[in-house]
Each structure stands twice: as C-alpha cells, then as structure tokens.
C-alpha cells in the first residue's frame, strides 16, 4: 500500500461513512472520487439527522412547548457552530439558506434593492471571473441586465489561473461588487483573495467569496479574509443538502434590504406596510431548514474532531501523488495547474480524443464514480476550447489505492477506445 506523509488514518474515518462500503456493477468495491459535487456523509450526521426527526421534530423560534424549544435551540446551535467554524466576529452574521447558489442570489438581490452607497445601478459596474461557477454568474447576469449595470471579468491564463494583469483596469471606482470563488470547482485553482480584495477595498467595492469549494477543506477565518459576504454549501462538508451558508458583516447586514418576504423575518406586519426583524432573521423567511441545519452542525463536529489543518494536509498529499500518477498516463491532459501547490483536490482532465461522458461510464462500470461534464463552468471549457473534462475529487476519506483504481481504470478507458 503506498504511504505518502501527511495522510489521515483513513483506514479508521472510512469506518464512519457507511456508503463507503458498498459494492457496485457485480460487486466491485465502489470507489467515490466524486467528492467536489457532494460529499458523502458520516454516521454521526446520520444519526444526529435521526435523532432530531425522532425525538425533537417541531417548528422553531414561536412555540412555547418543549419540542419546539428544544428544536429551536438544537436550530440556533447550528448557528453557533458555523460561527465558530469560521471565525464569525457575530453568530448574528450568519444567515441559513438552502445551498450556496441561494446565498450568492440574496447578495446580488440584495444590492439591486439597495439604497446609496450600496446600490448596483446603470452606473456602476460588476466584477466575476471567468472561472466561477454557474452560481455566481447567472445571479450577476440577471442583476446586470435589471439594473443596467456592466458586468467585467477577469480572464484565465493557459495554466488555469486568473489572469490579473489589468487588475486596475477591471476593478474601478466605478465598481460596487466583487464576487469570485476562493477555490475553483473545476480548475482546483487556489485564488490569490489578498489581492483582489486589496484593490477592491483601494475602490471601495464590496467583495463577496464563493468558499464552496474551500469551506470543507481547509480553513476558513472570515475575519482573516477581509471580504464583506462568504457564502458555502453543506452537503460538500459532510452536511446534509438542502442548507447553506451566507456569512456577512453585521453593518451590512444591518442596512441592507431582505430578499425574500413572510413569516418569521418580520417585526410588525399591517395591511400597508411591515418592518423587519434584525439579521440574521431578516433573510430567513419562512420554515428553514432545521434538521439540514442540525445535521450541518454534526458535519461541523466531525471534520473539527479531525482537524481542518490535518485534512488539508492530507488533500494537499493525496493531490500531489494524482497529480504524479495521472502524468503517467498517456494523452491525458490537466485543465488547470498541473502543480499541487496552490490548488484544492479537484483535478480535470481530457483524454485524448475520448469524449469524457464515455470516460465516466467506462470508468463508473469498474465502481470508480467520477463526474463528467463542464461542472457548471462551461466559460472555462469554452476558454480552453474544450467541450467537457472527467473531474476526480478527493475528500478526508480517499486514498492513494483510489488513485492508483483511477489510473488503472483509465488505462481501461484507453484500451477499450482503441
């Protein structure tokens, strides 16, 4: 078995992940290297899931018998947890949505609605990059195109980083939001945030990261990051789908408009007019997610029992070794850095000619689950001009025997395609 430093005794983690065990197509032993897309979940965040349905079930926050006080505090619990988890100045600053994309739509709407200084309008502009994920383009796009503004961004070099050398030219006065992903879904590529958010602070621009793909593998200090919004996703980290995360500073919070309208985010409703609740309430509306959120604070207890500092490290192995073995590998070719210094566990690659749709199903026949397609970053496949990549992610569970079965199975994929 191959012994690299730095790895988790992932011999023990892969005992708490049940779906780990299985044996798929005849009973080959799966091998999950699908990790980017979603995460599979250990039996502490099954188990705290079970225990909420089948003794604490209520609504939360407006009941006064005993479920709906112990499920409200099992809910605000959460909150806490996430505000620990990273480094939250406020647990008042953290809004609970129901996945990422959710949280970047309540910043873009946010904005849109706002009043001066905050305002997106004609003139202003927005700033992305070309390597976002379709989650913080799309909301970008719409609010372009309700309130006139320009929407700019910043392009991508051949290897896979973005390309910043007109910085000052992208960022101007003219700017009012920032938004762009720590860590790219399908490039892997680590984003220098101290620069960009140094330029958007010269301006006066609001940043707002995407750490979807950060949030479950190292960690995450909002406060060290400077930015104004974080937003991440739950069922990446070990959590339940269904809950998200939108982190923002408190004064922001304080003065900016709900995005969506009902129950619970209001103080005072009348037939003419209503007033709001103070965040994070205000952008809370309805019955949210409180077993998603329960099973997101068992997520959180479990990666900090291991240790995000540990897991990062043992990605940063793991990434370094496939990066090795994958160059090994005739006529495959990286999209992205081809380093692992400076990129997360998401590695993506073509293979000669063989569309990556028959890659993954050549590859998925011989229990080996990898994800096809542009991962909903098609610009990036277009700047490369590519029509898809095969992604492999790993997580605090893979191995170096799951790499060495991805390297197997593509030499497979290569004889079966001649």
């Known amino acids: 078995m191959t012994q690299l430093p730095g790895l988790l005794d992932t011999e023990a983690i892969r005992k708490d992940f049940p779906v780990l065990d299985r044996l798929v197509h005849d009973g080959k032993k799966l091998v999950y290297l699908d990790n980017a897309a979603t995460s599979q979940k250990p039996r502490q965040v099954l188990d ?25 505090a099992l809910y605000e ?33 946010m ?60 960022i101007t006065e003219k700017t009012k939001i920032v938004s762009f992903v720590l860590v790219s879904n399908i490039l892997g590529t680590v984003n220098p945030v101290e620069t ?3 330029r958007a602070q010269e301006v006066g621009a609001l940043v707002c990261i995407d750490a979807s793909q ?16 974080v937003a991440f996703t739950g069922h990446k980290m070990c ?21 969506l309208g009902g129950g619970e985010m209001i103080e005072t409703v009348s037939m003419h007019s209503s007033t709001y609740a103070p965040a994070p309430h205000k952008f809370e509306a309805g019955t949210p997610p409180i077993a998603q959120a329960v099973g997101l604070g068992a997520a959180i207890d479990y990666l900090q029992s291991i240790g995000m500092d540990n897991i990062l490290a043992h990605e940063h192995a793991l990434t370094e070794y496939a990066v090795q073995r994958l160059a090994e590998v005739p006529d495959l070719r990286i999209i992205g850095p081809t380093t692992a210094e ?77």
């Not at 909301?139 to 195109?145: I, M, N, S, Y």
């Not at 309700?146 to 007109?166: E, V």
């Not at 959590?239 to 995005?259: A, K, M, N, S």
């Open 111 to 170: 904005l849109g609605w706002a009043d001066e200084p905050y305002r997106v309008d004609h003139e202003t502009e927005i700033v992305i990059t070309e390597m976002e994920h379709h989650s913080n383009i799309v909301p970008w796009q719409l609010l372009a195109q309700r309130t006139g503004a320009k929407l700019k961004w910043f392009g991508l070099t051949d290897d896979g980083r973005l390309d910043l050398s007109n910085i000052d030219e992208i």
């Open 196 to 198: 960009i958010i140094r």
């Open 48 to 72: 705290a899931l079970s225990e909420y349905y089948e003794r604490y079930n209520a609504n939360v926050h407006r009941g006064v018998h005993v479920l709906a006080e112990e499920a409200t």
């Open 342 to 418: 400076d990129r997360g566990a998401a590695i993506s690659f073509t293979l000669g000619d063989i569309h990556p749709h028959d890659v993954g199903q050549v590859l998925d026949e011989q229990g080996i689950a990898v994800r096809v397609g542009h991962h909903c970053a098609r610009p990036v496949c277009l700047r490369y001009g590519i029509p898809a990549t095969t992604r492999a992610s790993f997580y605090l569970y893979s191995t170096p025997a799951e790499i060495d079965a991805l390297v197997e199975g593509l030499e497979h994929v290569r004889n079966f395609f001649g």
């Open 77 to 109: 619990g959460a909150r806490d947890k996430v505000a620990a988890f990273i480094n939250a100045p406020s647990r008042d600053e953290v809004i609970f949505t129901k996945n990422a994309s959710e949280s970047l739509n309540l910043v873009a709407n």
């Open 239 to 259: 959590g339940p789908t269904g809950i998200g995360v939108l982190w923002g500073r408190q004064e922001l919070l304080e003065d900016l408009p709900p995005f």
């Open 214 to 229: 950060a949030a479950p593998h190292m960690p995450l200090d909002v406060q060290a990051l400077q930015a104004d919004f």
